[in-house]
């Protein structure tokens, strides 16, 4: 049996174990990795979809499109997720790795499954988008990568479970787990949920393509694939809000503004978020009206919750901590006065507000049976989940590696100047996009097809020019940001290959224990009324208002849909 070592990061103070260290390292890289390959197809989707470009024939265009969104959703986030999952447990709670030998297996299987669903996509013949909706079948490939994906991230959840075992039984930490190891487990849960869903109904359409069983019900396939293609983000939002709290503590020294508070907002995501995967579901005649209401309703409403829970939460934090420094002139000096130029930080709060405002606003109007009609099946949808996995997933992530690059990889960052702009090139431009894309989706322009003139068709449809310029907008808007993705993967990669190598710090056969967090007492003097973070109240009202505008707005184009005589 391999000796257990731990490594002290002499800048941050974290302690890595060996083995975990590796295997963080091994999945954040392979994670990059995709997300150089989902970038480069980025630019073949931006371009088609700008009209007056329209760069792929329409084969090519769907392959792209195919491969971009899976290896962008699903092997990009999750690998990283992975990274991110060991180090809330063996870093974050200072103990070895539970069983490094599985977790090695995780990562090949995970590692086998995307290469093979990629070589399967760019073979030709399963350009079947993400969605791979039977009965439009692909190469039995295409289904054997992505279970083997699955198989392999399942694995590496029950790792993380097994190294919390071993925390507790060898008493790593004193009292309860840390606030972002428990948001950790929250992912961990929902992605057993996830991912054993995406099994169910994998399994049979990969028996089905190699011509075991006749046929899988179309309906059913649909149910169940969302069940396992929306909840994936459901893990991204709970791995990424940990994220949050962590990059608050980091660069702030902010704790929760209650404890108890943030771990009960984790838990409505257990019990909620994944019935918002039902929103994708409103136009199937096959189910019926009160479980669609209730889905995504009156149950959703809970997890949306949740998500006003963290929003205002981990803000407050930050503005308790900066007021305690002595910022506390007006209402916002205390954001005014944060570390614009610490891309961790900058990056956060990007993703932090673009998620709420952009990505959480429009989920919830989705979710409405009546107003997602407007928009079904439209430019809407990916706008949407832009907002949420891009501007709010993928950012947090850049702005982790941005902290994990001296402290886990023992590298300088090349270019510290051209960090510093990368989380604005990147969320901003993302900001537009999913605005002019979910303005075209108002407008009716087509979420799937390859061509929104529909040229040389019998029957062609007149669109506005607003939606034309819109579209060349998602176009330009695209390119930038995909010249934001460029630089951050320049930065990382050219930060692991040239950047000056940093003291690893001691080495220890033993851990030091987490010591037990002294209690501290939210200040209650700033603010009339002894509101403790009253620039983060007024925020958090005018995306209230924001959220009420929007929604009735968007009953008021339902009502125009069809004229009352």
């Known amino acids: 049996m391999t000796a257990t070592t731990y490594r002290t990061c002499p800048r941050s103070g974290l302690q890595f174990e060996a083995q975990a260290e590796k295997l963080m390292i091994a999945n954040a890289v392979t994670a990059v990795v995709a997300l150089l390959v989902g970038g480069i197809l980025a630019i073949g989707v931006a371009l088609t979809r700008w009209p007056a470009v329209h760069l792929l024939a329409a084969d090519t265009f769907y392959m792209v499109l195919t491969a971009h969104g899976i290896d962008m959703l699903i092997f990009w986030i999750i690998f990283f997720e992975v990274a991110v999952l060991y180090f809330c447990s063996s870093t974050l709670l200072r103990c070895r790795l539970a069983t490094p030998k599985i977790a090695w297996l995780a990562f090949a299987l995970m590692l086998i499954g995307a290469v093979v669903n990629n070589v399967a996509v760019f073979q030709g013949g399963s350009s079947v988008m993400m969605t791979s909706y039977v009965p439009m079948m692909a190469a039995p490939a295409f289904y054997l990568g992505l279970i083997l994906f699955a198989v392999g991230a399942l694995i590496a959840c029950f790792v993380f479970f097994g190294t ?64 396992f293609g929306h909840s994936s983000q459901q893990i991204n939002v709970a791995a990424h809000i940990s994220i949050w709290y962590a990059v608050a503590a980091i660069a702030f020294g902010a704790k929760p503004m209650s404890e108890r508070v943030s771990r009960g907002a984790f838990l409505l995501y257990i019990l909620f978020l994944q019935l918002a995967s039902a929103h994708h579901l409103l136009a199937d ?193 695209g390119v930038v940001a995909i010249v934001g993705g460029a630089i951050y993967i320049y930065l990382t990669v050219g930060s692991l290959l040239w950047g000056r190598r940093l003291d690893e710090g001691a080495r220890s056969p033993t851990f030091t224990p987490v010591p037990r967090a002294a209690p501290t007492a939210v200040a209650q003097t700033y603010g009339s009324a002894g509101f403790a973070a009253p620039g983060t109240f007024v925020m958090a009202m005018v995306f209230l208002v924001a959220f009420v505008l929007y929604y009735f707005i968007n009953w008021k184009y339902l009502s125009q849909v069809w004229g009352l005589s």
């Open 164 to 227: 919390l075992v071993v925390a507790r039984r060898e008493r790593t930490y004193e009292g309860s787990v840390p606030l972002v190891t428990f948001g950790a487990i929250t992912a961990a849960i929902i992605a057993v949920f996830t991912i054993a869903s995406g099994a169910i109904i994998l399994i049979p359409t990969f028996l089905m393509s190699v011509g075991l069983i006749q046929s899988v019900d179309a309906l059913v396939y649909r149910t169940i694939w969302w069940a």
């Open 285 to 477: 005649p096959g189910l019926g009206t009160a479980w669609k209401v209730v889905n995504t309703s009156y149950f959703m409403y809970f997890a949306v919750l949740a998500s006003m829970i963290h929003g205002l939460t981990i803000p407050g934090a930050i503005e308790v901590a900066q007021r305690q420094k002595g910022l506390t002139n007006g209402l916002f000096e205390w954001l005014r006065k944060a570390p614009w130029g610490n891309p961790v930080f900058s990056g956060m709060f990007i993703a932090l507000i673009g998620f709420g405002f952009l990505g959480g606003i429009s989920g919830v109007m989705m979710g409405t049976e009546q107003l997602n009609m407007i928009i079904h099946n439209t430019v809407y949808v990916p706008g949407h989940f832009h907002a949420t996995v891009v501007v709010g997933t993928t950012l947090s992530f850049m702005a982790l590696t941005y902290f994990l690059i001296p402290a886990l990889f023992r590298r300088e960052l090349i270019n510290p100047g051209l960090a510093q702009w990368q989380p604005y090139l990147f969320g901003l431009s993302m900001y537009f996009f999913c605005l002019v894309m979910m303005g075209a989706g108002t407008l009716g322009v087509s979420r799937r097809h390859w061509d929104m003139a529909f040229s040389g068709a019998a029957l062609a449809y007149e669109w506005p020019g607003a939606a034309y310029l819109m579209m060349a907008l998602v176009g330009i808007s």
